[in-house]
């Protein structure tokens, strides 16, 4: 009786395996996606404001929390035109407001996007373009 091949065998048990790690893929549960930030709906209670945020001494200053679908983010608009962004997290985020858009970088990366406002009465909304929230159209809730 004549042997099989060591390369015919070596290819069977490697179809094997292959298919053994589709099936396991295909049978596997989906793990839920960890965010970058804490909050995951409107019900979580909202984190404290960064002071990233609130050390801007200015009268005029307009200061939002947003819900993202990576959790919560903070907003403040200065008088001068600068607008930040800070997450709960300590990610933060400084740009300048141009004509109702900014382009917005990451203070600690190599990160920036587009932020437009979109103001209708007195709902503010920042449409993000690009970025860690690229295509995500955020209302703004007015913090006092």
């Known amino acids: 009786m004549r042997r099989a091949p060591g390369w015919f065998v ?3 048990i490697a179809l094997e395996l292959s298919a ?3 099936l396991l893929r295909l ?3 989906p793990r839920p996606k960890v965010h970058d930030d804490s ?3 409107p ?3 909202a984190p404290a404001i960064p002071t990233f945020i609130t050390e801007v001494v200015d009268s ?3 200061r939002y929390r947003l819900l993202s679908a990576g959790g919560f983010l903070f907003a403040g608009f200065y008088s001068d035109g600068r607008v930040r962004l800070a997450t709960p997290r300590g990610r933060r985020f400084s740009g300048v407001v141009v004509a109702q858009r900014a382009i917005v970088a990451d203070l600690r990366a190599d990160v920036s996007f587009e932020m437009e406002i ?3 009465g007195s709902q503010v909304s920042v ?3 690009g970025g860690p929230y690229d295509g995500q159209t955020l209302r703004c809730e007015r913090l006092e």
């Open 10 to 12: 070596l290819g069977q």
């Open 20 to 22: 053994l790690v589709v």
């Open 27 to 29: 049978l596997a549960t």
């Open 39 to 41: 909050a995951q709906s």
């Open 43 to 45: 019900a979580v209670k």
């Open 60 to 62: 005029g200053a307009r």
């Open 118 to 120: 979109l103001s209708q």
């Open 127 to 129: 449409r993000m373009n």
